[in-house]
């Protein structure tokens, strides 16, 4: 009986120690367990926090933000601008945060004394104003005659109604003008809320407001394209001459004419001996272009002063294309910048009528003007123009007058329909502009 009564409190001391061991494990395990998900917590909100300040700082900055650091909420955390990563015109924030509070128990034994640490990262690039498929500073006509004469339609509000259609991204700085129906694919953005026609009803995915996007001044834009023609590029500088230039476009060729009637220069070579860089400049002049073209090119012409005031016009003769169609196979390498310092201009032609098409596979950049049809108040129905890319301007171009109806009746000039090219949104002609303000690419947290 004594045996027994031995064994029995040798037993019931053994399962009353395992059971106290399991107990003081399991609450030295809870305490890990709450020590590391409070710490963990607190240091991955410390750089969500940091990355948030910090792409605030970026969207929003008048001179570049530096590299800082900040303690807050118990810990610390260090934000780092890395410039042209992961390529040019793309910044890296990289927000990374310690919480000095320490696991200080043995069940885990290689956690001990480490301080919790995490990383938030985001990606920015640039705004490529390339992938706009509609973009004004301000939503009114700004045309002007090649003498610098305003058109009768000068400073009247453009208005997006029943019938029209943006497919891509639509921004201006100032406000849309919306009456009726009209068609966007995608959210648009805006300075300034929309001025309300009495039947606004937009079939749209909505709008954002107020958004600002900056463009380029026109003296860095004019340098910039500069700089990269006359260092691998096409370069006219026509301030003696004072002559217009002409290219005429067939796959890898052009023909150089000055001017236009070729009395100067009529030459056909191939493009990459023009300009191996792609980039075309015409200073103090215009320049007249139409055809097929072939490889990433971008076309500029600036005006200046004197007899140049008023140049610095694009005109678009003809059909504007890729030799491989993007619209039909998006992996083309074709694609084509059209930069005018001034307006861009759909030439007059008395052959087109109801049904004829302009086609124009480009995106279209206006500094000081827009993209309008020569005279398209008073030249007859000349059908439709069809741009795939997009068009960035000043002043929102009119192609054509209507009568609204219904039943909607156009008048003069053309329709057009306007598709962005998906390509744009990650790449764009050589040395097209990009603004000073950017957008968010991606985000990441650990």
């Not at 955390?77 to 945060?97: E, G, K, L």
């Not at 339609?153 to 259609?165: L, M, N, Q, V």
């Not at 307006?343 to 086609?359: C, F, K, L, W």
């Not at 960035?392 to 009119?398: F, I, L, V």
Request: proline share 6%.
């Amino acid at each position: 009986m004594g045996r027994s009564s031995i064994i029995y409190v040798i037993g019931l001391t053994l399962i009353v120690g395992l059971v106290l061991n399991n107990i003081t494990h399991n609450s030295l395990g809870s305490m890990d367990t709450y020590t590391e998900y409070y710490g963990s917590t607190r240091v991955h909100n410390i750089a969500v926090s940091g990355a948030n300040v910090g792409s605030s700082l970026l969207l929003n900055y008048s001179v570049f933000p530096s590299n800082f650091g900040v303690d807050f909420f118990g810990g610390h955390d260090s934000i780092i601008y890395m410039a042209n990563t992961p390529q040019t015109d793309w910044v890296t924030i990289r927000s990374v945060s310690q919480v000095d509070m320490m696991i200080t128990s043995t069940m885990e034994p290689e956690k001990i004394g480490l301080p919790f640490r995490d990383t938030v990262e985001g990606v920015f690039k640039h705004v490529l104003f390339a992938k706009f498929s509609w973009f004004t500073e301000q939503e009114k006509n700004g045309y002007l005659n090649p003498d610098g004469t305003h058109g009768p339609y000068y400073g009247a509000s453009d208005w997006k109604i029943t019938g029209d259609s943006v497919y891509g991204p639509a921004h201006t700085n100032g406000a849309f003008n919306i009456d009726g129906t009209p068609f966007f694919n995608q959210k648009a953005t805006s300075g300034s809320p929309p001025n309300k026609g009495p039947t606004y009803a937009p079939n749209w995915p909505g709008i954002d407001y107020p958004v600002h996007k900056d463009r380029p001044t026109t003296t860095n834009l004019q340098a910039n394209l500069t700089s990269a023609a006359t260092l691998g590029g096409g370069y006219f500088d026509e301030t003696s001459g004072n002559n217009d230039v002409a290219l005429t476009f067939s796959n890898d060729q052009v023909r150089v004419q000055i001017p236009p009637n070729g009395s100067v220069r009529d030459t056909t070579m191939a493009i990459s001996a023009l300009a191996s860089n792609g980039v075309i400049v015409v200073n103090n002049a215009d320049v007249r272009i139409k055809g097929t073209y072939q490889g990433q090119i971008t076309v500029a012409a600036f005006g200046g002063a004197g007899a140049a005031t008023n140049k610095g016009n694009v005109w678009i003769d003809g059909d504007v294309v890729g030799k491989t169609d993007p619209s039909v196979n998006p992996a083309s390498t074709d694609m084509m910048g059209i930069i005018a310092g001034r307006m861009a201009y759909i030439t007059e032609d008395d052959t087109r009528g109801p049904s004829s098409v302009v086609n124009i596979d480009a995106a279209v950049y206006c500094q000081n003007g827009e993209l309008t049809a020569q005279n398209f108040w008073t030249i007859p129905v000349s059908g439709r123009v069809n741009l795939y890319g997009g068009v960035t301007q000043s002043t929102a171009g009119s192609l054509g007058l209507f009568n609204p109806g219904p039943p909607l009746t156009f008048l003069n000039g053309y329709s057009y329909s306007i598709h962005n090219d998906p390509r744009f949104e990650t790449v764009q002609p050589p040395h097209f502009p990009t603004s000073s303000s950017y957008e968010m690419v991606s985000w990441w947290e650990n």
